[in-house]
């Protein structure tokens, strides 16, 4: 839609004048290290987060959207090619509760464990969470649904999870490259038409498994079919755990256990650089602060707990 200047110039007035020094220019993710980079989740951007298989980048994703729902209200819909509604359902009680994920799974619950879910689960249910587990997905079925739940649920962001399992039309491409390169052009224009987030999951390929790379560290290259995975998003960021690599402590001696660095590679609306947050894997849980005392990271949560 073509805008005469003067509308747009008092947009820009209105929203400077709504905006101080120490607000975000977008929705708090719930993670103050990254809204400090990252400025929040702007609306009509594509947020790409990328991690290896195992990482933990799933689980951060619905500790982003616990964040956003549970504790904000901010209607957000979840896309999940991978998991089941039920999975993700779980993935939802365990990482807002802090309840064992596995044990969750099993139904093997202690007495206190029931007594959170007991007490807990109304505020999880009386959020603006909306999922949607369908297996195979084409981009024009995602810009439909997206469409869908804007208008009908006023949702503000949208997780996709994750890009690799989406597809063009069938037929439409024999190359797969291109075939991705059209599909986060698309949902570039999506966030752009319907002024929301989409915040994409992506996987890796195996350079990031390269042994001669310190301590792992993902970079933009990684990005499996990039292509233009990486021109098309405002923010590329990665999950990254160095005790996944059985690394313990960083160069100078720092405790890298139960800790996850948001690693920030790209950012078209500002900074870039590393969040740390604190993990709990066994409840796929992620913190501002760390929620141990003394040697209780060493003693209480394992480091080869489940992560996703």
Same mark, same amino acid.
């Given at each position: 839609?073509?805008?005469?200047?003067?509308?747009? *110039?008092?947009?820009?007035?209105?929203?400077?004048?709504?905006?101080?020094?120490?607000?975000?220019?977008?929705?708090?993710?719930?993670?103050?290290?990254? &809204?400090?980079?990252?400025?929040?989740?702007?609306?009509?951007?594509?947020?790409?987060?990328?991690?290896?298989?195992?990482?933990? #980048?799933?689980?951060?994703?619905?500790?982003?959207? #616990?964040? +956003?729902?549970?504790?904000?209200?901010?209607? =957000?819909?979840?896309?999940?090619?991978?998991?089941?509604?039920?999975?993700?359902?779980?993935?939802?009680?365990?990482?807002?509760?802090?309840?064992?994920? =596995?044990?969750?799974?099993?139904?093997?619950? +202690?007495?206190?464990?029931?007594? #959170?879910?007991?007490?807990?689960?109304?505020?999880?249910?009386?959020?603006?969470?909306?999922?949607?587990?369908?297996?195979?997905?084409?981009?024009?079925?995602? $810009?439909?649904?997206?469409?869908?739940?804007?208008?009908?649920?006023?949702?503000?962001?949208?997780?996709?999870?994750?890009?690799?399992?989406?597809?063009?039309?069938?037929?439409?491409?024999?190359?797969?490259?291109?075939?991705?390169? $059209?599909?986060?052009?698309?949902?570039?224009?999506?966030?752009?038409?319907?002024?929301?987030?989409?915040?994409?999951?992506?996987?890796?390929?195996?350079?990031?498994? &390269?042994?001669?790379?310190?301590?792992?560290?993902?970079?933009?290259?990684?990005?499996?079919?990039?292509?233009?995975?990486?021109?098309?998003?405002?923010?590329?960021?990665?999950?990254?755990?160095?005790?996944?690599?059985?690394?313990?402590?960083?160069?100078?001696?720092? &405790?890298?256990?139960?800790?996850? *660095?948001?690693?920030?590679?790209?950012?078209?609306?500002?900074?870039?650089?590393?969040?740390?947050?604190?993990?709990? *894997?066994?409840?796929? =849980?992620?913190?501002?602060?760390?929620?141990?005392?003394?040697?209780?990271?060493?003693?209480?949560?394992?480091?080869?707990?489940?992560?996703?």
């Amino acid at each position: 839609m073509v805008k005469d200047i003067k509308e747009t *110039m008092a947009d820009f007035k209105k929203r400077l004048q709504e905006t101080n020094t120490d607000s975000l220019i977008g929705l708090s993710t719930g993670f103050e290290k990254l &809204d400090d980079i990252i400025g929040g989740f702007v609306e009509g951007t594509l947020v790409t987060i990328g991690g290896r298989t195992g990482i933990g #980048k799933t689980a951060f994703a619905f500790n982003l959207l #616990k964040n +956003l729902t549970v504790d904000k209200k901010i209607p =957000s819909l979840y896309i999940s090619l991978e998991s089941t509604e039920q999975l993700c359902v779980n993935t939802l009680i365990a990482c807002t509760l802090g309840i064992n994920y =596995s044990k969750l799974l099993r139904g093997q619950l +202690l007495i206190e464990e029931w007594e #959170k879910i007991d007490n807990g689960l109304a505020a999880i249910t009386d959020t603006p969470v909306y999922l949607d587990t369908k297996s195979t997905y084409t981009i024009d079925e995602i $810009y439909k649904t997206v469409e869908e739940t804007v208008k009908e649920r006023q949702v503000k962001v949208v997780f996709i999870d994750y890009l690799q399992l989406i597809f063009a039309k069938t037929g439409f491409f024999e190359n797969r490259y291109l075939e991705l390169n $059209y599909i986060t052009r698309r949902l570039k224009a999506l966030a752009k038409e319907f002024n929301i987030t989409i915040v994409l999951l992506s996987q890796l390929n195996r350079n990031a498994e &390269d042994e001669n790379r310190s301590e792992h560290r993902p970079v933009l290259t990684d990005l499996r079919d990039s292509g233009t995975i990486c021109d098309d998003s405002d923010v590329v960021c990665f999950v990254h755990r160095p005790e996944y690599y059985h690394i313990y402590e960083d160069e100078k001696g720092n &405790d890298m256990r139960n800790k996850a *660095m948001i690693i920030v590679a790209k950012n078209r609306l500002g900074y870039t650089g590393d969040a740390t947050l604190y993990t709990n *894997m066994s409840t796929l =849980s992620f913190f501002n602060e760390s929620p141990y005392k003394g040697y209780e990271i060493k003693e209480m949560f394992p480091t080869d707990s489940l992560a996703f």
